[in-house]
T-cell receptor, first 115, second 110 residues
């Protein structure tokens, strides 16, 4: 049990709609990263949040945005959904710090289907 | 830039040994990870190498050569439950962004 929980687990949207995905990080972890995983591919880095601020971003357009809250939980928002946004969205928590190896603890993911 | 390459698929027989290779190019080096991902599930941590050499953990071992930008995951005494995708991953300098390979899908047959 990783302790990282995501909701919802599955959802279906139509093109142009907006979606919010939620993540609760593992107890004691202060950093949350979001990944998009298309079928048969590896996870693609979207962005990372640390201390409620974006700490790095991958090659995703601005319609992908996020938040981190004081309790380290996080949201991923995607506006103007496109068919290619259909994927598994993974949240991963970690502990920033000098002794941290960078190991990621993943939630089970939210599977988004855009019709 | 950063790039990670690994084979797309491999098939092996129950009880055998399989080696999954990974080559990487990273801006700086901050360790090399292997994760296991069963179909429909989240990736889970298998191993971490930051120094050259072999790290052994039960049936799984991971090797790293920093000078060659090369790693492999060795799975011994294969079991059917080892059928999964194996992801090679490397954090960038600063550790805020971990790059994943596309994963190697391992099929273990009886």
């Amino acid at each position: 049990e990783t302790g990282v929980t995501q909701s919802p687990t599955h959802l279906i949207k139509t093109r142009g709609q907006q979606v919010t995905l939620r993540c609760s990080s593992q107890s004691g972890h202060n950093t949350v990263s979001w990944y998009q995983q298309a079928l048969g591919q590896g996870p693609q880095f979207i962005f990372q949040y640390y201390r409620e601020e974006e700490n790095g971003r991958g090659n995703f357009p601005p319609r992908f945005s996020g938040l981190q809250f004081p309790n380290y939980s996080s949201e991923l928002n995607v506006n103007a959904l496109e068919l290619d946004d259909s994927a598994l969205y993974l949240c991963a928590s970690s502990l920033a710090g000098r002794e941290n190896t960078g190991e990621l603890f993943f939630g089970e993911g939210s599977r988004l289907t855009v019709l | 830039g950063q790039n990670i390459d690994q084979p797309t698929e491999m098939t092996a027989t129950e009880g055998a040994i399989v080696q999954i290779n990974c080559t990487y190019q990273t801006s700086g080096f901050n360790g090399l990870f292997w994760y296991q991902q069963h179909a429909g599930e989240a990736p889970t941590f298998l191993s971490y190498n930051v120094l050259d050499g072999l790290e052994e953990k039960g049936r799984f071992s991971s090797f790293l050569s920093r000078s060659k930008g090369y790693s492999y995951l060795l799975l011994k005494e294969l079991q059917m439950k080892d059928s999964a995708s194996y992801l090679c991953a490397a954090p960038n300098t600063g550790g805020f962004k971990t790059i994943f390979g596309a994963g190697t899908r391992l099929f273990v047959k009886a």
